[in-house]
């Protein structure tokens, strides 16, 4: 049995920085993404839609 050989390179993470940038842009569509599905969950475990929920309609 021969051991399997060690990643040579590391990878690149990238530091939060303030302003427009990749970082930003990438956190910001997950986060709509993740407000969408809990809005949509939502809606389909009360019957109702998010405003009618929030009591706006």
Do not use: C, D, S
Not at 5 to 16: C, K
Not at 19 to 27: Q, S, V
Not at 35 to 56: D, K, N, Y
Request: glycine content about 10%; cysteine-free.
């Amino acid at each position: 049995m021969t051991a399997q050989p060690q990643p040579t390179t590391t990878p690149r993470l990238e530091e939060p920085k303030f302003g427009f940038n990749e970082y930003a842009e990438r956190l910001n569509g997950r986060a709509a993404m993740i407000g969408f599905l809990l809005m949509v969950a939502i809606e389909v475990v009360t019957g109702h839609g998010v405003l009618a929920w929030l009591g706006l309609k």
